[in-house]
């Protein structure tokens, strides 16, 4: 097995897709109640960058509002996707706590490295008792650059991490295991683009296959 496996969050390991249209559209109508919205909620512009760090999300989608009406839509987006998921709307990818309770049982630490925010990561894990088995989760808010890289290596410092896998559905999860010297195993998930994918090292359609995938990479370290 290897040392150490470093997930994203969202189109890895939780399903946000289950929760984004619902909080979106909350979101959208308090904008449209203020006055600052008349159009459709774009939903389909946000999937198409989702798994940027939100500052950006409401660059991109609020392109022509102040910075501080983008500050204050993303709090009430924040505690629209904080209510949904402690009203239990969106789930776990199929087969999460088994490959966590596998990695484990192989003595494989598991971190989380999320662009998602400190209390939204939070929410998530308290709900899904992901404490269980994960390590320590992390949050851009971590990182003054905002950029994944810059946070699975600051993870790597912070607990001695040598050999390690990335495991996540866009290309920032991807960059971040090729600019640390890590395995970049890429999900083909909800919201991946196969575009992003062919740069992975491994690309998997369930999490499920990790416990296959780890030990022969684990094998293949111990050769080299």
């Known amino acids: 097995m290897l040392q150490s496996i470093i997930f994203d969050m969202d189109g890895t390991l939780f399903q946000t897709d289950k929760i984004l249209e619902w909080s979106l559209e909350d979101t959208f109508?308090?904008?449209?109640?203020?006055?600052?919205?008349?159009?459709?909620?774009?939903?389909?512009?946000?999937?198409?960058?989702?798994?940027?760090?939100?500052?950006?999300?409401?660059e991109t989608l609020l392109p022509h509002h102040s910075n501080e009406v983008r500050k204050k839509t993303d709090a009430y987006f924040l505690e629209r996707?904080?209510?949904?998921?402690?009203?239990?709307?969106?789930?776990?990818?199929?087969?999460?706590?088994e490959v966590f309770t596998f990695a484990k049982e192989n003595n494989c630490s598991i971190y989380i490295a999320s662009n998602g925010l400190a209390d939204y990561l939070n929410a998530i894990v308290n709900y899904y008792d992901l404490d269980h088995w994960v390590t320590e989760t992390f949050s851009i808010q971590h990182i003054e650059s905002l950029n994944k890289s810059d946070l699975v290596r600051y993870i790597i410092k912070k607990y001695g991490i040598t050999n390690a896998a990335v495991v996540g559905d866009r290309l920032s999860d991807i960059k971040?295991?090729?600019?640390?010297?890590?395995?970049?195993?890429?999900?083909?998930?909800?919201?991946?683009?196969?575009?992003?994918?062919?740069?992975?090292?491994?690309v998997i359609d369930d999490l499920l296959e990790l416990r296959t995938i780890l030990p022969r990479l684990q094998d293949s370290l111990s050769r080299e």
């Open 29 to 58: 109508n308090h904008l449209r109640a203020l006055n600052k919205w008349d159009r459709a909620t774009p939903l389909d512009q946000y999937r198409q960058i989702m798994g940027v760090p939100l500052p950006k999300v409401w």
């Open 81 to 97: 996707l904080i209510e949904n998921i402690k009203r239990g709307k969106g789930a776990l990818y199929p087969n999460v706590k």
């Open 176 to 202: 971040a295991a090729k600019d640390n010297g890590l395995v970049a195993i890429g999900c083909n998930f909800d919201f991946a683009q196969a575009s992003e994918l062919s740069q992975a090292d491994i």
